[in-house]
């Protein structure tokens, strides 16, 4: 098997290099390259590892049609167009937990840096001018913090802050009451927050709700003489805002890690007095790049080499508890859409995904993203995990999902059922030994079969000598029959008769097929 092939982009620590290699892939470390020269190259890898430099772009996804996961050292991964990236069917990984508490640090560093201006006063100091007089700080203790975001990083921040004797106010509309005590902050609204604190600390990734979320109008609701660190992403204030309400003695002090415009080699808050800035070093800790690239590197090759994923932002994770149970599942899931798909004609506004038995004790999401996967794949060769729901939403398929922990008659089921302009049909299927997907019901008709490799569908009324002739025809054309299934509604009613073969039937077999007596559909399947 060749080895899957990665690019490492950006500057990382070589443990990255290292575990890509230990854990089967080809690597390449390529930092500091023009977008033109990544799209030059990116067309021979598999995978792409990254932190903020490199800009995963259309055009860059446009030039890759082997890479199937991108992988941020790091946690923000808004320098990756993930729609696109959705579409084109690749994973997206970060790792959300490597570098937190190193930039939790980071903001904490810099509100001392604010409250007692450190730089400016080593800058006097070693200017020679020993400005003993010049600088009279503020204590943090009893202080009260606003944190804007009460994520992992900012939950980090705000246990720091309390050891500090400060009182934390948070602001985050996904923040419960319960997780608010058990934090020891204050949940308040954004007005409280404004109105309350001594410093602001932000810690909510950039998104249309949090763009500009200190603004002109918020920084005014401040209480005068705030100071406000930014240690997320730049664009969550507004620059020339803050510059106004510093020049105007509003703001007391500001420390920005990142900026709306990266690198931000002019800014008209350079120069401002107490205006403290560094260029977004917030992850930059040995222990942190060591963590994000350990983690990145081990994510990714799990994926390429093992099909496992961890921290995907546009496809359900698989942790390595879940994987084995539901790695069977997901390739039943897959062949039962795959089989409704090529049995189905027309438009097709409703897809069910029903999970009876132990089926339905477990993570839903990747089951239904391979009946999706299964189902589409009739109609087009690029989906896959991790786009197929993506495309199904693009072609107005509303997704259900139903489970029923009882079991039926099979201890564990998969029902998929498709609503057609001729009105529900739906196939069902099970694991034999756990392990094995076989096919249990076809449109109604109790049928037992292995889905696999070329197979010959037909349905026919139920009639003495039919199986004799259809083996003569299958027999005298030189196709060799694998699996024989059978199924009918009632005596004398409707069959359907599941054939696996050696080699594909051709057309000219399959017309031949459709002349026997009684036949009223004959159909070449694979899987
Ligand atoms: N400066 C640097 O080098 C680094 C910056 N970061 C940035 O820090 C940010 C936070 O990271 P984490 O804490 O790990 O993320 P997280 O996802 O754990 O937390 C973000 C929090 O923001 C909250 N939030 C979302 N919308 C909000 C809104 N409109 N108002 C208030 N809160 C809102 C969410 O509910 C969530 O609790 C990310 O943007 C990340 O990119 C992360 C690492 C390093
Ligand atoms: O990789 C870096 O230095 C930046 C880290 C960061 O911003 C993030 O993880 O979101």
Redesign the pocket.
Known sequence: MTKPKVLVSDKMDPNAARIFAEMGCDVDVITGETPEQLIARIGEYDGLAIR?STKVTKEILDAAPNLKVIGRA???V?NVDIPYASSKGVVVMNT??G??I??AE?AIALMFALARQIPEANAQTQAGLWPKNGFMGVEVTGKTLGL????????IVAARALGLKMKVVA?????TPERAVEMGVEKGD?DTLLAKADFITL?????E??RN?LSKENLAKTKKGVRIIN???GGLVDEAALKEAMDAGHVAGAAL??FETEPAKASPLFGTPNFICTP?????TNEAQVNVALQVAEQMADFLVNGGVTNALNMPSLSAEEAPKLKPYMALAEKLGSLVGQLTTGTVPRVSIHTEGAAAELNARPIVAAVLNGFLRVQSDTVNMVNAPFLAKDLGIEVREVKTEREGDYHTLVRVSVKTEAGERSVAGTLFSNAEPRLVELFGIKVEAELTGDMLYIVNEDAPGFIGRIGTLLGENSINIGTFNLGRREAGGEAVLLLSVDNPVTSAVLDQARKLPGVKKVMALKF
């Open positions: 903020s790091g946690i923000g808004d959300p937990f570098n937190s190193t930039t980071h804007i975001g009460a994520g992992n990083i900012g939950s602001f985050d509309p996904f923040l954004l810690h909510t990734p950039l998104t709700q949090t979320i240690c997320a992403r890690d990142v977004h070093l917030g992850a930059s």
